[in-house]
């Protein structure tokens, strides 16, 4: 995998991580192919693609947010690594809280 389509596949990764808050649908498996950003291989840039294409074709599945009086969203995001030092894993979790007012 060439330089340009690395430094795309990261972006890609970035911008799917954010729209995980109004897709909670994509969480896991962004989560999986966040994972291997460090060093993306083609199966990486081939699975995003397959995510942007569910994203395309399901849009009634997203969560629409809007300005309420009466509500107030708060959004935290927590991540560390989990496992030995030879095995660690990511953990990345974000928290939605939804208070009425």
Same mark, same amino acid.
């Given at each position: 995998?060439?330089?340009y #389509? =690395?430094? +795309?596949?990261r972006?890609? $990764?970035?911008?799917?991580?954010? /729209? ?12 999986l ?6 060093k993306?291989?083609e ?5 995003? #693609? =397959?995510? +942007?294409?569910?994203?395309? $074709?399901?849009?009634?599945?997203? /969560? ?11 959004a ?9 030092r ?7 979790s974000?928290? +939605?809280?939804?208070?009425?007012i």
């Amino acid at each position: 995998m060439d330089l340009y #389509l =690395r430094m +795309l596949l990261r972006r890609l $990764g970035g911008k799917l991580i954010y /729209l995980t808050i109004t897709r909670p649908d994509i969480t896991y498996v962004v989560g999986l192919v966040s994972q291997f950003m460090h060093k993306p291989m083609e199966v990486h840039w081939k699975a995003a #693609l =397959r995510i +942007l294409t569910y994203i395309k $074709g399901s849009p009634e599945k997203a /969560l629409l947010y809007k300005k309420n009086e009466h509500l107030r969203i708060e959004a935290f995001s927590y991540s560390s690594y989990v496992g030995d030092r030879r095995d660690r894993s990511p953990l990345l979790s974000i928290v +939605l809280m939804l208070e009425e007012i």
